[in-house]
């Protein structure tokens, strides 16, 4: 049997859409979410300090450590489990154990993570959550005076999830703790591993939003830069309608400000793209949730249309503004560059005019020479012509005066047409 050779990666990419899996959580149980932004340098980020934090948690608990260069890992540590994922800008940690705490949402259940070695993470929290996992004993009333008393009325995003499998919600504020607090209600006939997809969609939920606002924190540190930039083009677009006494310095001024919005877009690119991937990927996993109301309360996404949603338009109004700038100032310095050699080519008819004008003084002044020079060469061909028929006075008895009388013409004649010769062969 023939052989067939395989892509290197093949093998590599096929495992990479099975990579990932999704915890199995039975309810009751508490969950205990972290994300962190590792630090950054001219480099890049360090995966191996990333992986080197998780390796320092693992052997808290003499854990097995996962291959070298993973990217995922699901273990057991001491009575809880593990899952670690490692994302491009983001690592995240999700502690799951049984059973409830005695205080709903206890800032105690967070403390599986060791205090010291949160102290010495190679990054930055950008969310941390408490997920309390609770079976549906009790009727709606019962569920609804417990969001009551655990979450913010006014923010509070509660529904139904999963065909009304489980009853989801947050208020997706920071509590005095420094967490996030979620909640899952699940009926008694739902599977661990569905519930383990649902705690996971909602983890994925707070992180992207998280991810993606830093975009809105970018977009508004650029308002009063931009601002400032804009009134400068403004400014010189509008010199450039009038006589531009110094069109060199004003193509100056449009090629700092395109300067400044390049570096700008450099130095949000990323950031904005990102922002928009994120945006996406909230969407998708509400989405996937298939809400359905509960109690009349706003359901996750009418809160993300809400709340999210402005922000991300503001990003995306901010990249645009940004991407309409530099195309302003780009059309602006062509413009220019335009009237500069409309310019340049009239001060160079100009110059072809005033040169055709001396060539045709020069030729004027040439035929003057002309002249002359017929008359200087014929002083001296007759002077010469004199000479030589000097014996011709004391032979024939021809006074010198008539000599010179008759050679002068034909002498002059002889150089005027030996010299229109020359200047037609010139010519």
């Known amino acids: 049997m023939t052989s067939i050779q395989d892509h290197p990666l093949r093998y590599e990419l096929s495992n990479e859409l099975h990579a990932r899996p999704f915890p199995v959580v039975q309810a009751p149980s508490r969950a205990a979410y972290l994300a962190l932004k590792p630090a950054e340098n001219a480099a890049g980020r360090d995966r191996a300090a990333d992986f080197a934090h998780l390796l320092a948690l693992l052997d808290r608990f003499a854990a097995t450590h ?121 009926r008694k006939d739902t599977g661990d591993r569905r519930i383990g997809r649902v705690v996971q969609r909602l983890c994925e939920i707070e992180t992207y939003k998280t991810m993606s606002m830093l975009g809105l924190a970018r977009a508004r540190s650029l308002g009063a830069q931009m601002a400032a930039i804009d009134g400068q083009l403004r400014q010189v677009v509008a010199d450039m309608c009038g006589p531009i006494s110094d069109p060199a310095e004003t193509l100056q001024s449009l090629l700092t400000i395109s300067a400044e919005l390049e570096n700008i877009g450099a130095e949000t690119s990323f950031r904005f793209g990102a922002t928009g991937a994120y945006e996406t990927i909230v969407n998708q996993r509400i989405d996937v949730l298939r809400e359905e109301r509960f109690g009349g309360r706003q359901t996750m996404a009418e809160f993300m249309m809400r709340r999210f949603d402005p922000a991300m338009r503001t990003v995306k109004s901010t990249q645009d503004r940004l991407d309409a700038m530099t195309a302003r100032a780009a059309r602006a310095a062509e413009l220019l560059r335009t009237r500069v050699d409309v310019e340049r080519s009239a001060q160079n008819q100009e110059l072809l005019a005033s040169m055709d004008q001396r060539a ?5 002044l040439q035929r003057t020479v002309e002249g002359l020079s017929v008359v200087a060469i014929s002083y001296y061909a007759v002077s010469l012509a004199l000479y030589l028929l000097g014996p011709l006075e004391y032979q024939l008895g021809i006074s010198k005066a008539v000599l010179a009388a008759v050679t002068t013409p034909v002498v002059v004649g002889l150089v005027w047409y030996m010299v229109r010769r020359i200047r037609k062969r010139l010519e």
């Open 66 to 186: 996962p291959k070298p260069g993973a990217t995922h890992y699901f273990g057991q540590i001491g009575r809880h489990w593990l899952k670690w994922e490692s994302h491009t800008e983001f690592v995240t940690y999700t502690i799951f154990g049984d059973g409830l705490a005695d205080r709903p949402f206890d800032a105690e259940t967070f403390a599986v993570f060791p205090t010291d070695w949160l102290d010495a993470a190679p990054g930055v929290r950008m969310t941390s959550a408490l997920i309390r996992i609770e079976a549906q004993g009790e009727g709606d009333s019962t569920i609804a005076e417990k969001l009551v008393k655990w979450f913010v009325a006014e923010s509070v995003a509660v529904s139904r999830v999963l065909d009304d499998q489980l009853i989801v919600a947050s208020d997706f504020r920071i509590d005095p703790a420094g967490h996030m607090r979620m909640v899952v209600f699940a």
């Open 360 to 364: 045709d003084t020069q030729l004027r």
